[in-house]
């Protein structure tokens, strides 16, 4: 068994990011084969573990304890399917040194004694707790397993130290410090590993990607009159399913007068000639994420769609020219209007509308970049950062609106688009 996450096969290497920058980021087939090198999952864990273990060691904390499921992923890579991401059922402990704890749902655990050899077997525990609150704290699960961590902790050695936890529920903290463990915040701790990606990372983030393209190709050929936002996320749920997504999270799909202002949803409401419309779509391919909007106009735009989608296209590639390491995320929101400029009384009623977030096996990761948010509290651009960035501009009809948004890997010596879809002008679906 390869036992490739134990903690005596970690080394310094394993921090490596193994960058490959060449001309062009490749975007790979999506099954393994012997005549090429693609992705590396043996260390694309190691990296995620050495990554965590090293974003512990410069915190106050001396474990983590993690109910994010994205968290747990990246430190044990394990997932039991979608529909675990709201239920709080599964769990992982990550004590100094020691090899990932992971308590599991039911026969899940044992699952992972077969087959996730990178784990240790006894470390493969059946557990649950809360379950949002639907098995009632008063039944005793929150204080067997806190008691059982607590136990853990201490035998680690780390009883002195803060816990790092990024999310739980109320009755899960309060069992935790009946234990006298320190609760401090540990998402910070783990946006703080997962803010850089490796070259696997990058490779599944292009990899997502690419499906998008060819998603938004065939929303081109199918806007028409007669078709409805709900039949256009149906065909893009279908599309996107068959290439092998192992999430569709949402597709917003926004037409016409309800363009502006944006609503962040879809209806089945039917595209007229001359609607603008415009989609987001939020999937992802082995747990990495897209954010990647585009605009189109059916059969026909006036000139006061166009004027919209041209300064939304203007922004947004005054930000992606400021990309490069070294650069902070305030001087990157500066290029982007005011809130009062588009239509808005201040940042926070803009929020995410001039925007920019990493992207990773969550949707928002590090960096955020926003006027509201990034003038006052700015982060540096790093090498290996991937994220988007968005922009929205209203149209002066009062109704339509132009969205735009493109993923970007931050390479050396500046950054490289992985959302390729053509957006340099307003694509026109079906033109009369």
């Known amino acids: 068994m390869s036992r490739a996450l134990m903690p005596n096969m970690l080394t310094p290497q394993d921090l490596e990011p193994n960058w490959e920058w060449r001309d062009k980021l490749p975007a790979w087939g999506h099954m393994s084969v012997d005549f090429e090198r693609r992705i590396d999952h043996d260390?694309?864990?190691?990296?995620?573990?050495?990554?965590?273990?090293?974003?512990l060691q410069n915190s106050p904390a001396g474990?983590?304890?993690?109910?994010?499921?994205?968290?747990?992923?990246?430190?044990?890579?394990?997932?039991?399917?979608?529909?675990?991401?709201?239920?709080?059922?599964?769990?992982?402990?990550?004590?100094g040194d020691d090899s990932p704890y992971v308590w599991d749902f039911g026969s899940a655990a044992e699952h992972?004694?077969?087959?996730?050899?990178?784990?240790?077997?006894?470390?493969?525990?059946?557990?649950?707790?809360?379950?949002?609150?639907?098995?009632?704290?008063?039944?005793?699960?929150m204080k067997?397993?806190?008691?059982?961590?607590?136990?853990?902790?201490?035998?680690?050695?780390?009883?002195?130290?803060?816990?790092?936890?990024?999310?739980a529920e109320t009755a899960m903290f309060h069992a935790l410090q009946e234990e006298g463990l320190n609760v401090i915040d540990g998402q910070q701790i783990m946006l703080a590993a997962r803010e850089i990606k490796n070259w696997d990372e990058i490779q599944l983030l292009t990899q997502a990607a690419s499906m998008v393209d060819?998603?938004?190709?065939?929303?081109?050929?199918?806007?028409?009159?007669?078709?409805?936002?709900?039949?256009?996320?149906?065909?893009?749920?279908?599309?996107?399913?068959?290439?092998?997504?192992?999430?569709?999270?949402?597709?917003?799909?926004?037409?016409?007068?309800?363009?502006?202002?944006?609503?962040?949803?879809?209806?089945?409401?039917?595209f007229r000639p001359g609607d603008q419309a415009f989609f987001d779509?939020?999937?992802?391919?082995?747990?990495?994420r897209t954010c990647y909007y585009r605009t189109f106009n059916i059969g026909r735009a006036t000139p006061a769609q166009n004027d919209a989608y041209v300064k939304a296209r203007e922004w947004i590639d005054a930000s992606i020219s400021m990309i490069k390491p070294g650069v902070s995320t305030d001087k990157v929101a500066e290029v982007w209007p005011k809130a009062e400029e588009f239509g808005f009384p201040n940042e926070d009623a803009a929020f995410g509308l001039q925007f920019g977030h990493g992207l990773g096996l969550a949707l928002h990761e590090r960096p955020i970049i926003s006027r509201a948010v990034s003038l006052d509290h700015p982060m540096e651009i790093q090498t290996g950062m991937v994220f988007a960035l968005e922009t929205y501009c209203p149209a002066a009809d009062g109704y339509s609106a132009a969205r735009i948004e493109e993923e970007v890997v931050v390479t050396e010596t500046g950054c490289e688009v992985i959302s390729l879809f053509p957006a340099e002008d307003l694509p026109i679906a079906n033109r009369y």
């Open 214 to 270: 060819g998603v938004y190709h065939m929303i081109y050929e199918e806007l028409k009159p007669g078709v409805r936002e709900n039949d256009i996320v149906a065909l893009s749920n279908k599309m996107l399913y068959e290439m092998g997504s192992d999430d569709v999270e949402a597709i917003n799909a926004i037409s016409g007068e309800r363009c502006n202002p944006h609503p962040h949803n879809f209806t089945d409401r039917l």
């Open 112 to 141: 992972h004694k077969r087959y996730s050899d990178w784990l240790e077997p006894e470390h493969c525990l059946a557990g649950v707790v809360g379950m949002r609150g639907t098995i009632p704290p008063e039944f005793g699960l």
């Open 43 to 55: 260390r694309l864990r190691r990296y995620r573990l050495a990554r965590t273990r090293q974003a």
């Open 281 to 288: 779509i939020l999937q992802s391919y082995q747990g990495y």
């Open 63 to 95: 474990t983590l304890l993690l109910f994010d499921v994205n968290n747990i992923r990246y430190v044990s890579a394990t997932k039991i399917g979608e529909w675990e991401r709201d239920k709080m059922c599964r769990f992982c402990l990550l004590t």
């Open 144 to 167: 067997k397993y806190a008691k059982q961590i607590a136990g853990l902790i201490r035998d680690a050695g780390m009883g002195n130290m803060p816990v790092g936890v990024d999310y």
